[in-house]
């Protein structure tokens, strides 16, 4: 597992300061660049698939090789203000997706961290409850409500790695 010492993942203050410090200034950075899209605009804009960058790419090609060839219909500064732009958000967002990927792993391992602790708690529980000791039986009747097989089943859930047992 790539992920076993959970302690050294955790966010101190300042690590959580800092991280909300540096989205903040990505936030305020993208303000006016950003574009929210209403799903009729998506279906009008997003026609430019993959075969279609091809021929921008290729027109692009001809515009820097051999521009005599070029449309003097077309803004050319602005087509190619337009290209660098959509390359450079491109590597930005294949750069977020990667941290976004990583940060869903850390949290799911973390839940899973979380999980485990509370299987221990909930047959500590079990245990208390059996000797009598006030407030367990309510804690137990409240917590086995998440388990098919009543009380007895979070060592399998446990081994099983879900909430749910299959008793």
Not at 18 to 38: D, G, P, R
Not at 86 to 100: D, M
Not at 162 to 167: A, D, L, P, V
Request: proline fraction near 2%; aromatic fraction near 10%.
């Amino acid at each position: 597992m790539p992920f076993t010492n959970f302690d050294s993942r955790h966010f101190a203050a300042a690590d959580k300061t800092a991280v909300n410090a540096a989205m903040t200034s990505l936030e305020a950075a993208l303000a006016n660049k950003v574009a929210n899209l209403a799903a009729s605009e998506r279906l009008q804009y997003g026609s430019v698939n993959e075969t279609n960058k091809l021929i921008i790419n290729k027109v692009k090609d001809y515009r820097d090789s051999q521009p005599t060839l070029s449309s003097p219909d077309v803004d050319w500064t602005e087509f190619a203000n337009d290209h660098d732009t959509r390359a450079f958000l491109q590597v930005t967002i294949q750069r977020l997706e990667s941290l976004v990927d990583g940060l869903g792993g850390a949290k799911i391992l973390h839940d899973w961290d979380n999980y485990q602790a509370s299987l221990t708690d909930y047959d500590y529980a079990k245990y208390k409850a059996a000797t009598q000791a006030a407030g367990y039986n309510t804690k137990v009747s409240e917590l086995s409500q998440f388990f098919n097989g009543g009380p007895s089943s979070s060592k399998k859930n446990r081994n099983e790695g879900e909430g749910k047992s299959e008793e």
